[in-house]
């Protein structure tokens, strides 16, 4: 539930903030709509600080695990002959279910990551203290074996949830606020980043008036909420279980055509989608980061830019689950005609480092997924006339070969279309058919084939 909320909190603020002084002015992806206040608080890098506060979340956790957790107890009795197993006996793979695994241990990575981004280091510089966090819990954090899986998913998935919570928070706090607004503003800030929260009240920055980051706004951004109705059906729509209520937040930071692109993350999207009477309140989590890029071509027409991606996804409802860190390049497109109708396009290709999925058949491991690395193309379109985009279309296909769990290959894509309708400079209405298709080939069991299409009608307001 905690997670649910803060994740509420954050577009109430954001939303907030698109009709603040500061960025008053309707979002025209066109133009650079707002800019980074030229006075800045610099932070100087703090290892000793991080290096506690990692080992502070560790034992945080630890003793929630050892004392309060319903049923943790024993297996974080830890102590040196746990840990001497551990580092004899190495990684392997653990049966956690999928929520825990592909969404809370990428978020508890993201804590480690804002250790170090808090006190001072950049994106980059970050990193390895996620690694080292997660790796520090594996070993001496509980008596069961290191997980490799949690490794790789609480490091990876980490340090991009961990830039998109730092750059929401940079933009939720104030530091020229005052009164309730900045009390607000610091709660709400402390729940997007407990860790950045928490420096900020040992440094005493949470009431000292004094310069905002350069980095507090993207020179573009945008996010919007739908809220509607999805009907999934069973091969075919019409073979409908039920329909359900939804609400998708879509946030889309900075635009990398005018002026987002110096750093990781300049630019990135960010999908969160929840399902009203689905297996999981949080059905969809999926950010596409951008790590670096930069122009091929640029001209009035058409401009291209190579881009090196970081992805993170995460599917978890009735139709599958699927979850996943990946790393890859690609292609970024913008087409203009005379008369101001815009196409952007997007396609890459990425290297799914590890990726989960659902599987059919009991395993020894324990768990309903599969474990395994593959790769994945991606390639979107959208159209957008006066600012509003109109139609979109959109094609994910993923592959994983299993290395955990059954012996198989799981083959999926996500096909998408979407059309919208504005009403006024706030609101439109719209419908979006999605088909997913799946197909697990197993060496011991009857392969599978699933396709689960979907139509949801939606009203959309720009937060």
Known sequence: MMKITTLLITFNLLGQLSSSSATAEPIDWNLNTASAPADTLIIDENFFRTTVEVIGLNLSVWSYNRYIRPGGGDGFRTGFNSWKENLINGFEW????????????????????????????????????????SFEWEYFGETHHPSMNDWIATSVGGFGLGEILYRFSEMVLDNRASGSER?????????????????????????????????????????????????TGDKMLWDSDTTRFFVHFQFDYGDPFFGDMNSPYDHFDLYMQMNIGDKSVIGRVQSDGLLAGTFISETDKASHILAAWHHFDYFNSNQFEFGGQSLGGGMLSRFET?????????????????????????????????????????????????????????????????????????????STARTAVPLNNNWSIGAEYQLTLAERIYQDYPDIKIRRPELRLFTTLLL
Do not use: C
Not at 188 to 215: C, K, M, Q, W
Not at 352 to 369: F, H, M, Q, V
């Open 94 to 133: 653990d049966d956690n279910n999928f929520e825990t695994n592909q969404f809370a241990h990428p978020y508890h990575g993201s804590l480690y990551f804002n250790a170090a981004r808090s006190n001072g280091y950049s994106f980059w510089e970050s990193v390895p203290f996620t690694f080292a966090g």
């Open 183 to 231: 009390t607000w503003r610091e709660i709400s800030g402390f729940a997007i980043n407990p860790v950045r929260g928490l420096n900020r009240l040992i440094d005493g920055n949470t009431s000292r008036y004094h310069p905002n980051s350069a980095e507090r706004f993207a020179l573009n951004y945008r996010s919007q909420m739908d809220i509607g109705v999805r009907q």
């Open 338 to 414: 005379e008369s101001g109708l815009e196409l952007r396009t997007y396609l890459d290709l990425n290297v799914i480092i590890l990726g989960a999925s659902t599987s059919e058949y009991p395993n020894l491991s324990g768990r309903d997924y599969d474990y395994g690395s593959g790769g994945s193309a991606n390639f979107a379109a959208k159209f957008i006339s006066k600012g509003h985009p109109f139609l979109a279309v959109s094609h994910e296909q993923y592959f994983i070969g299993s290395i955990n769990g059954n012996l198989s290959d799981h083959h999926i894509s996500i």
